[in-house]
């Protein structure tokens, strides 16, 4: 089996975060995990598809959208990892 080392080394690099696609469900308007990637600190949170995001360092996301929502998750950008 062949892969792009260049492909896969980009993949790795795009992915940041903690590992989670969130939606807003348009239903309830709340902040709704979608997805959790393999061995991410989500995963290792034990957070799953379909849970609710309800707070944010302490912070209601009751009217927040997904951009606030993710800019709060992430932090400041001296936070993150490289």
């Known amino acids: 089996m062949k ?5 896969s080394h980009k993949k790795d690099k795009e ?3 903690i590992g989670i696609r969130l939606f807003l469900n348009s239903d309830t ?3 709704t ?3 959790v990637i393999n061995e991410s600190p989500a995963a290792s949170a034990d957070i799953k598809p379909n ?4 707070k ?3 912070k209601s996301t009751k009217g ?12 400041p950008k001296i ?3 490289n």
């Open 56 to 58: 944010i360092d302490g």
């Open 3 to 7: 892969t792009n080392k260049k492909l």
């Open 33 to 35: 995990i979608q997805s």
């Open 64 to 75: 927040m959208g997904i951009n606030e929502a993710v800019s709060l998750i992430k932090g």
């Open 29 to 31: 308007a709340e902040l």
């Open 15 to 17: 992915i940041s975060g």
């Open 51 to 54: 849970d609710v995001i309800i």
């Open 79 to 81: 936070s993150q990892l």
